[in-house]
């Protein structure tokens, strides 16, 4: 199973994702620069974090409107998996690919530690490896992570099951509504996640739990 990096200026998140999928996979992503206009033929396409533009306008904004972004929404639209972490988050949702708004976390502070979240929904691709209502650990490190939809959008992704992690036992850092830590599309095949799984991929890292996460997106048992 192959797999993409989108790289962006600021995006400083890259090599950590980089490392992550080759670990999981043993094959080294592909990495796509910001003015390309096609994706190479893999199976999931990674959007990792950091500060893209130095998160001007803001975050995600600038780069939404990248060639390369664009060129993600058409795969995509084709059923190729994409994975936005933390500022790949927020650029998914500035291109329209995920519903809602990231707002500044509640307590106005940068928010860097550990927190736990529970698998809301284990029946996607992103999610398979894992068991309905398991809590896992994930870092977070995130200025911007506070996600809010209308009572509307929110109504829809509970009905529809598009609420995939909830921040879980009092963890949340960012003041999201319903404590949604990450949301995938209607199709099945975009998910945005504020915390960062690639951080959490074996025990030297202090926990292994977002290991499952990749290999589920690469077709893989964990």
Not at 69 to 87: S, Y
Not at 115 to 124: D, I, P, S
Not at 156 to 178: C, H, M, W
Request: hydrophobic residues 45%.
């Amino acid at each position: 199973m192959k797999a993409a990096i989108i790289q962006l200026p600021g995006l400083n998140r890259d090599r950590d994702m980089i490392a992550a999928l080759h670990d999981v996979s043993g094959v080294a992503p592909v990495k796509v620069w910001q003015t390309a206009t096609t994706i190479p033929p893999v199976d999931l396409i990674v959007i990792p974090g950091g500060f893209s533009y130095g998160d001007y306008l803001r975050c995600g904004a600038i780069a939404a409107r990248m060639p390369v972004i664009r060129a993600v929404k058409d795969a995509a639209d084709k059923g190729v998996m994409v994975l936005g972490v933390c500022n790949g988050f927020q650029i998914l949702i500035e291109a329209g690919m995920l519903p809602g708004a990231l707002m500044r976390n509640e307590s106005l502070k940068f928010v860097c530690r550990t927190v736990k979240l529970e698998v809301t929904n284990a029946k996607t691709k992103f999610t398979d490896n894992y068991t309905e209502g398991q809590i896992i650990e994930c870092p977070v490190a995130h200025h911007d992570g506070n996600y809010f939809a209308d009572e509307q959008t929110l109504g829809k992704l509970i009905d529809n099951g598009q609420i995939i992690f909830r921040y879980a036992e009092g963890t949340n850092p960012n003041g999201s509504v319903d404590n949604i830590a990450g949301i995938i599309n209607q199709a099945g095949n975009v998910l945005g996640l504020m915390p960062h799984p690639e951080d959490f991929i074996e025990h030297a890292h202090g926990g292994c739990d977002g290991r499952a996460l990749f290999a589920a997106a690469l077709g893989l048992a964990a």
